[in-house]
């Protein structure tokens, strides 16, 4: 296995001046930093100071979808780009990675995130205030999350809601419901490639969430989109 080192020094000539994006191979991410597999919606974390400032929080790692990849020289598929990310906002990459997935996209006008990073930008989220999530999910310790199942959807349409559950997967929601409590119920779904819009969670400047849908084209949504848990 070889670290395609060329591509990578010359986008690291771009971090000092430009917004950079930073791609590599799934295998190659085998021996990026932590020395262990990454995978899509991983992220991996700083400790000390990078590119020159302590804001600098980690990469959020996500696998390229809608986004315009014209005139790019990248590595042979799959891809995985890693994104640039405050310490702020590494509670919810390390929880609820989606949700900072969604919020990037929505705050940038890409669907569903870009794939540049921003130096020296604001953070998206701010402290953890008021929310649901941090009864579900350890946000300071990191000792319990929600749990996500994959291909698990959540659809909403004009006058109604519905979950889609793959039979695969018939185990791990039965897992996830015997340990509930009888009031509560929560599991993490998966991004929908088929959705035409997503719900993103937006703090504002109060630190008050809200909620706010982005389209993959922009355009007002149509019959169907993923509905992402708060």
């Not at 791609?23 to 400790?47: A, H, Q, W």
């Not at 995985?80 to 702020?88: E, V």
């Not at 999350?145 to 185990?171: A, C, Q, V, W």
């Not at 630190?207 to 992402?228: E, F, L």
């Amino acid at each position: 296995m070889s670290f395609k080192e060329p591509s990578v020094s010359f986008l690291r000539e771009k971090f000092d001046s430009f917004p950079f994006l930073f791609v590599t191979s799934l295998i190659s991410c085998v021996l990026l930093i932590t020395g262990k597999f990454i995978g899509n919606l991983e992220n991996i974390t700083f400790t000390e100071d990078f590119l020159g400032s302590k804001e600098h929080g980690g990469f959020l790692f996500v696998t390229p979808t809608f986004q315009k990849l014209d005139d790019l020289m990248l590595s042979s598929n799959p891809l995985l780009c890693g994104i640039l990310i405050h310490k702020q906002e590494v509670p919810w990459a390390k929880v609820f990675p989606i949700r900072l997935m969604l919020r990037l996209g929505a705050e940038y006008g890409v669907y569903p995130t870009p794939l540049t990073s921003i130096r020296h930008r604001k953070p998206l989220f701010g402290k953890i205030g008021h929310t649901v999530m941090d009864l579900l999910v350890d946000l300071r310790n990191y000792q319990y999350t929600l749990h996500t199942i994959d291909n698990l959807f959540i659809h909403m349409e004009m006058g109604r809601s519905y979950i889609k559950i793959p039979l695969r997967k018939y185990n791990d929601v039965m897992k996830v419901i015997n340990t509930s409590n009888e009031h509560v119920i929560s599991i993490g779904a998966s991004f929908n490639y088929q959705a035409d819009s997503h719900l993103v969670c937006v703090q504002n400047e109060d630190g008050i969430y809200q909620t706010q849908a982005n389209s993959a084209t922009g355009d007002p949504r149509k019959s169907k989109y993923h509905s992402v848990q708060y």
